[in-house]
């Protein structure tokens, strides 16, 4: 099917004859943009509706990379250019290899596509959706400014999609994350009022309450929003997850706590691994950085779960991560076998994060054994590198953390207070106040 009379929702065209099949492609990428549930069933039908259209196929592919359903993932990133090499357009032929490169995990080649494909095509969304995000290609590069590359990104592009639902709350969570956090979240709020349905919207403006200190408001967010959002949703622990963080800021552990057993969960969530394991372990840790006694079986099915989807080291973001649940289960040989991994990697040049990585694991190794203060002296000469392992603020602010707490508990109360008052300064948390005043004893 050569013909392409179909579009999708940013005027491209699309290599099928059917309406219908264009029609369930359109809707699977919206519901993809948006993290809302039945992308894969839109892509699916769309596939079933015309077995040849290619961007239907890679985008299903996708998917499966969430949910780390990589066997799966690459057969059909290749069914989808063994069908674009015979149907597709030439920029349906880049877009389909642009995301097989991701699929693949060949991280650095993919990034390169993207930036010569949107040369040709700045509106084609999913390819432009690829580097954004906490968990996308430039946050896991390694790259110290992946901040203000995506923010840098999206202003390149931002005269192609003026007012777009999915365009200004990408745009508005990379002004957050980028310190631009009053502007950032003004221009999140104008994407979700343009579409409620968006729990990528829903999830910035999260990030944006977190950095300005809007606590209550981000509470009210997650209440009165959370009841339209499917408990299958990729991001419905992980928004949770957010609301736990405002219950320790509060300093309600019992609140959190009750967020994690009901929604966080390995036994009780929905979502990718990656989030699982991450939000697990970075809740978990907290809990316990910050005074609260953590039920062993809690740590202990964390990293059962963990094990299962991670037993290797990969993504920096992922190993430290890993690092945080072996050391609070005492499992050192774990935890030594993948640092010896990773200390490979760095010594063969095939670690771009850097040293970060494995000085971080080693002092949340400290740390769990109640050596704050080689704990401190492991993490103070690389806090400025620890955006290097991807994610987002938010999440590695749990480094931050672990480093103010080591600074008390060691006695170095001049440093945990300079380091608080400058936080303070950006934003209020009752959370460091608290902190402020154990630091002024």
Not at 34 to 53: K, M, Q, S, V, Y
Not at 359 to 388: H, K, N, S, W, Y
Not at 423 to 432: G, I, M, N, Y
Request: glycine content about 6%; hydrophobic content about 45%; proline content about 4%.
């Amino acid at each position: 099917m050569n013909a392409a009379p179909h579009h999708d929702r940013y005027g491209l065209s699309l290599s099928t004859s059917s309406a219908e099949a264009a029609s369930a492609y359109r809707e699977g990428v919206d519901l993809m943009l948006a993290a809302w549930p039945g992308a894969a069933e839109a892509f699916e039908r769309a596939i079933a509706l015309d077995p040849d259209l290619a961007l239907a196929w890679i985008s299903r592919a996708r998917l499966h990379t969430f949910y780390q359903q990589g066997d799966v993932a690459r057969a059909k990133a290749a069914t989808a250019r063994e069908v674009v090499a015979r149907h597709g357009t030439l920029r349906e032929r880049s877009h389909v290899e642009t995301l097989a490169l991701a699929i693949e995990g060949r991280g650095d080649a993919a990034i390169a596509s993207v930036l010569n494909h949107l040369k040709d095509w700045p509106r084609d969304a999913v390819v432009l959706s690829l580097p954004l995000g906490a968990f996308g290609l430039f946050a896991f590069s390694g790259m110290a400014g992946h901040d203000q590359a995506r923010q840098d990104l999206c202003e390149r592009y931002a005269d192609h999609y003026g007012d777009d639902w999915w365009f200004l709350s990408s745009y508005g969570w990379a002004m957050t994350e980028n310190g631009q956090v009053a502007k950032g979240r003004a221009m999140t709020e104008r994407g979700f009022a343009v579409r409620r349905e968006n729990a990528h919207a829903a999830h910035a403006l999260l990030h944006a309450m977190f950095e300005d200190g809007s606590v209550d408001d981000a509470d009210a967010l997650v209440t009165e929003w959370t009841p339209t959002y499917d408990r299958n949703g990729i991001l419905y622990g992980h928004i949770l997850w957010h609301q736990a963080l405002g219950a320790l800021e509060r300093d309600d552990a019992a609140k959190a706590l009750e967020i994690y057993r009901d929604v966080l969960a390995p036994a009780v969530n929905a979502a990718p691994p990656l989030n699982v394991m991450s939000d697990c372990a970075g809740l978990l840790w907290r809990l316990s950085a910050y005074g609260h006694p953590v039920a062993s079986e809690l740590w202990r099915e964390a990293e059962d779960y963990a094990a299962r989807y991670f037993p290797k080291s990969s993504l920096p973001f992922a190993d430290v991560h890993m690092a945080l649940l072996a050391a609070a289960a005492s499992n050192d040989n774990a935890l030594d076998v993948r640092l010896r991994t990773i200390e490979q990697r760095l010594a063969d040049g095939k670690l771009a994060a850097g040293p970060v990585v494995p000085q971080i694991c080693r002092a949340m190794q400290a740390f769990a054994t109640g050596d704050a203060r080689g704990c401190a002296a492991l993490l103070e000469p690389v806090l400025g590198d620890v955006v290097r392992i991807g994610g987002s603020h938010a999440q590695r602010e749990i480094i931050e953390d672990t480093f103010i707490v080591a600074l008390i508990r060691a006695g170095e109360l001049p440093r945990a207070r300079e380091l608080l008052d400058r936080r303070l300064h950006r934003r209020p948390s009752p959370r460091d106040q608290r902190w402020r005043a154990a630091a002024a004893m």
